[in-house]
């Protein structure tokens, strides 16, 4: 073989190689994130995963994507052929506010000013929460700001416009809700949640034709029996990640521990018990987005048990 081909054989190994790689999208921002970090380090071996920032939107180029179920329902009405493989983490959405605004109990923020992001998981959640006490979405105010991760939490932040009573309360994703809880001082804010009326949903998507071609479909089972290995670890034995996530995010230990609680990592049902979830979420941004509403079956046609089941028998 002559130096020239012998380059071109090189180059297209290499081609190959970043051919057969998998990609992964998903926010490298927050906590729900992190097992992808993990998983594409330190567990997966089929092949290399490339982390690549973006979510179940970014599908059209990467094979899989992390995001919440509102973000998977909100991409489902125009995208028939995307999937909810796998849960990821089940996280109890809190809403925090301030005992000094006299509120109690949530009937109480009733014409009050609630931060949370709009068009987002946490905007749903603070919607069906209130709702769940009667209130209206014309009976408080929503504020927008910004999400902080590690005090000290700039002016445009959540748990700063709590302290600086702009705002009376604020519901979003953790880290922010445990900051505006110490901003606030543990004494002085009252927390509500419940999981049964709104918990964000962390799952893995992929499109029916990755799932359909057999290369991918494999690389997608085996990963998602890595990424199943890696919760366990993130549910058994969090303390070996911690450091991790912490140098990931940007967020401190202690505050990680505290939050780690109202995370529920996989591997989560794909049951009927989320078809009806999905569908009454779906109920609710359907007339929040002014749509049709995905019918049940086609709500169980989004959800694809068949990649776990496969991993299983890995
Ligand atoms: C949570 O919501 C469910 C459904 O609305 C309700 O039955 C339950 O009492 C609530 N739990 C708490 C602790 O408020
Ligand atoms: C995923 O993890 C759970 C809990 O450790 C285990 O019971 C289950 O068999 C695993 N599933 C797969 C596909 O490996």
Known sequence: MNLRSFCGLVLALLYLDTAASIKVAFSPMWIEGTPFVYANKNVYKAD??????????????????GNAETQ???QYVNHK???????????TYRLVANKAAGIKTL????????????????????????????????????VSGNVCMRAPCG???????????????????ETAVELGVEALGEENAVIFKNASIYREVYSL???????????????????????NETLDVFRNDPEKVYPMVSQAIGVDVPVLRKVWPDHVWGPGSLGTDLVDYLYREDQYLSKANKR???????????IDRSVYEDAMKL
């Open 72 to 74: 998977g329902l909100i």
């Open 81 to 91: 052929n995307y999937r909810l493989i796998y849960v990821v983490v089940e996280v």
């Open 107 to 142: 009937a109480d923020l009733k014409g009050k000013r609630i931060g949370t992001f709009q068009g987002s998981s946490a905007e749903v959640f603070v919607r069906m929460l209130l709702g769940s006490a009667g209130l209206a979405n014309s009976d408080y105010t929503i």
């Open 205 to 227: 998507f992929a499109t029916q034709q990755s799932l359909q071609d057999a290369t991918t479909r494999k690389k997608i089972v085996a990963y998602v029996k890595a990424l």
């Open 48 to 65: 290399t995963a490339t982390s690549v920032s973006g979510g179940v939107a970014s599908l059209g180029s990467a094979e899989l994507g």
């Open 292 to 302: 049709t509403a995905a019918t049940r079956d086609e709500l169980e046609k989004f």
């Open 155 to 173: 002016a445009n932040t959540f748990p700063s416009q709590l302290k600086a009573k702009q705002i009376d309360a604020f519901g979003v994703w």
